[in-house]
């Protein structure tokens, strides 16, 4: 059976069941959207693509940007990045603000919210135009000229981004962010505030699954070794305190977002998006994660 | 170039330089060991065996037995397993008990002591002659006969294993030990120090690499999705705090003990164990965590 | 209007409200307590005594012997005690264990649990005969030659103890426990299990009003500074995390004790102790708190 | 011996001993103080005044306000005041966070720095002109009409509060702040600014020592049993985590500054105010709390 017949079979099986959660209606935007969307891209790196349901319909990628940000602070930087964060998985939630405090303000990963907040002050010290160079960035590795910042999105965070600018003048205050806190800020929330389809999210992470070479362009964006590198991150860090979960029943190396997406990877053989908002209680897309069990079920195809 | 070649070149680069940190002399018997013991074994899942240095030398592969105590449990109780612990990384050492106290006694994962203490009290519940079972289980998993516990070693640990009985008890209150502490935790240090060369211990994880079946043999021990999903959890909690370190560097699933051993599978590859006594900070083989950088990245073959 | 009518006309109106809350049922032989109890004496420093209800009942005095068991230990030692614990409020319960943790095994302060374990410890090393020792300084500071173990309650507790033995255990892993651990417990238990009359606690801390000298007899205990600091201790940390609570809202330094006793001490003027088993959520007697906050409105005596 | 020589004498001991300890220097104009600066000021609830060294000179009495502060919101809110904070002892700094965590944004007390931000917050709330009423408040208890902020030292302080804008953040992200952080950190800044002579200090906090009534003016500024209150509150939270060791070695209730100020009361007898700006590790005055501990001794006079 074909990547197709699966992804549709599959569709349609989680479709027939309950959604079970919630929306991320603590961001406002985000809450307006319709639960019941369902969307999945898979494109190999071979050049195949396949697509079920919604996969055209843009939705906000939200904290799966943190994989791109760190891609090219890690291009820039080399390994010389470490000093600055882990590449740690960071255990529960309850303890992110406690290991802040204990580490001295190194956070635990890039895939965390104080990480990726390092990152962006990392990228607007070494940027001339950080806003605009990594929208460059993204255009170049996706192959998508049309990547842009939503100003409605990220304003929207802003309005109730009060743990975030907590974390970010907490780091501050332990002199790991060089810039004005408010600069940083103002940078990962139009980072988080990208919107991307199914389809354009599966391209964009595709030079992932091809040991950093964008297959369509040819165009090498970062070394195998540093793509390896980040894969490993995404398995070990990519869902929060699920990531150990995501491992155990999906194992594919990936990442998710509040707005209810999650992309994932199979080195030397595709990427794959999947779109569905209703979060579980860890706040990964219920049907997502639900699905990507299946398929690597299915496909018999998991890293391990 | 062939894997002997490429592990005794390893082998002596990473013999030439120093090595950095220290025995685990806070158990009395492991600071009596040679610090510049070193040796490597590698079995393929197609039977071919490459050996260098000291690797029929037997040594206290202490936590590794994590994980074949785990599988056993997890052979017999299937997922109702997961109700008595998570699979989830562990975060920082300095919040294992925090985490104990917020998570009411459920350990994050099998392979931190607080799980493996866990673990064998379900063993102690589940089997009827729980020693000489679990001895039974590894003879015929790794086709090894001569298995046995240390009673010398066992011995050592008790006299200085205050956090484990701490750990134990604390676990107790919560009522997730169902037996006599002092049970669980004899059953507990009997299995860590069982003695192995690295020729046996690639042998006893090959059925890891061989999705569940003993290649020797042709035994089956475990389904192949329960073996994927061990593997899972060794690539996101087996190096205690250094997990992401190991998955960044090496990209393999694996496994260290106090003892200076570690294990790493690569699935449907092979299964390669390494030891030298000297531990970095973290508690992991200092010379092996560098050697085994070094040989996923000579050959190409990460998971990742 | 004098302390009898006081204590009396408070009695009433306390007895007539609803009793909320439960028993320490944790530790069997307490759950057996009729819930109903309640007495009540107060014994000034210049000899007048006055009590009402069950002030002539035994009860089990719990957590308040920490009180003179830190005062025979500082008494000992002097200041150099405090290399061993401190002498600062614990912060909530929830935090326990990583404060030890982060402290390296120094309990915050002599009146929680692990700190108490210290202090059995430091006794052990420095008495002859520790168990008798201590009940003579008991039964020299009360004028009480009745005073003694209770074998039960002792034995009930250590059946359900696993918190205490891990506590102690977690401590001797940082070498703040330099005997046995066993031994430490069973020494700890034991004073646990001391049963005394509302009468007679109110005696045994007579002293502690009086400046370190027992008014019926004139021995000299300790100095009246060494008196000071442990008030002070009581009034900090007297209470786990209510102790804030309790300078709040009686205003004097005092110990409770999960078998539903109080007692307080007014420097200069009187001891008072109250004994009610139910208690509230932070293990506190719920009318030992309340009879006690009303009386020292009434009286207008607190030490604020 | 009458309270002036006292004070002389221990003022002439304390100055020939070697300052230990170092200035406020992470707020810029506080480090540019002269650290040989040392001054005592008492007065009786009869109206007697005591002063020695460099007790007419104005300091930064910084976090001493908070008790002030403190003492408006409660007059205003009574024992409702308590749905938004406790008035527990916060344990160590280390887990100050945590415990915000854990209590969903409900500080321990008002007189840490998040319970301090949470009362700027409920005076702007109630209040008409909260910056100009509040020094109409100070003003009155003090019987001092030239009370002002220093625009100067707030600047100074906002320029550096990256730890006070994530914690004012962090609560509201709770919903236990209602205004605009901005607002109340603005507020919090200016009350921390304010600067008093040490003459000045003891006058305003008399009505604390004289249960609630200005003795000058005959002002009543709150109930006594509010007074008694508060003064419980400074005895065990008025130090942060050294609160135990002051009740310890001085035994009154008292508040400290990083200005290097300390005021301390006597219920029913006086107030005192010391200031010397070299601070000890816990960022309590070196000199202060030496002094106090030797008159508290030498006078034999604590509350306990």
Redesign the interface.
Known sequence: MGYQEIIEDLYKSVKREENIGSLASFIPELGKVDPQKFGIHLITTDGRAFGVGDYEEKFSIQSIIKVPSLALAYKIMGESLWARL???????P??S???L??DRGIP??PLINSGALVICDILISKLENPQEDFLHFMRKASGNPTIAYSPQIAESEKSVG??N??????I??FGNIEND?DEVLDFYFNQCSIELTCRELSEAFLFFANFGVVPSSGDRIMT??Q???I???M???GFY?????F???V?L?GKSGVGGGIVAVH?GQYSIAVWSPVLNKKGNSYRGVKFLEQFT?RT?L???
Chains 1, 2, 3, 4 share one sequence.
């Open positions: 882990g590449y740690e998985p960071s255990g529960t309850f303890n603000l406690v290991q405090e204990h635990k990963n009060y743990r600018i907590a974390l970010c003048n907490f501050k205050s806190p195998g070794s793509v390896k590198r894969n490993a991150i398995q070990t860090c305190d699920e990531s150990g979960e491992a155990f029943k194992g190396p080195p079920t018999e998991s890293i391990f």
